[in-house]
C-alpha cells in the first residue's frame, strides 16, 4: 500500500535551516508529482511547494520563495523541503502529499512532521 513517512522536523531557532524528508514506498515514485504542505494550529492546511515527477517542475506559494527549496531523489524514492531562514510563522505540521496523476485519484499524505521555530 502507499505509505508516506515524514521525517526531519525540530525545534530551530529564528533564523535556522531544517531539512525535511518524505520517504515513499508502495507505488512507481518517479511517476507523480510531490508537494509539500502545512497546517499551523487554527489555520487551514496551505500549499508549500510542488515538484513534478522529473523534477523539471517546481512552484513555490510565495511566503517561502527564496527561502525553502523542495527536490527529490527518485532511485531513494524521497522528497526533501530544505527550509532556510526559518521564521517564527513557519511553525507547523509538515506534510507530504502524492499529486494525483488524474481527476478522481485517491489523495495519500504522510503523517506529519512537527517544526517549531522559536527562540
Known amino acids: 500500500q502507499v505509505q508516506l513517512v515524514e521525517s526531519g522536523g525540530g525545534l530551530v531557532q529564528p533564523g535556522g535551516s531544517l531539512r525535511l524528508s518524505c520517504a515513499a514506498s508502495g507505488f512507481t515514485f518517479s511517476m507523480y508529482g510531490m508537494s509539500w504542505y502545512r497546517q499551523a494550529p487554527g489555520k487551514e492546511r496551505e500549499l508549500v511547494a510542488t515538484?513534478?515527477?522529473?523534477?523539471?517542475?517546481?512552484n513555490y506559494a510565495d511566503s517561502v520563495k527564496g527561502r525553502f527549496t523542495i527536490s527529490r531523489d527518485n532511485a531513494k524514492k524521497t522528497v526533501y523541503l530544505q527550509m532556510n531562514s526559518l521564521k517564527a510563522e513557519d511553525t507547523a505540521v509538515y506534510y507530504c502529499?502524492?499529486?494525483?496523476?488524474?481527476?478522481?485519484?485517491?489523495?495519500?499524505w504522510g503523517q506529519g512532521t512537527q517544526v517549531t521555530v522559536s527562540s
Open positions: 515538484i513534478s515527477s522529473g523534477g523539471g517542475r517546481i
Open positions: 502529499k502524492r499529486v494525483p496523476r488524474r481527476p478522481g485519484d485517491p489523495e495519500y
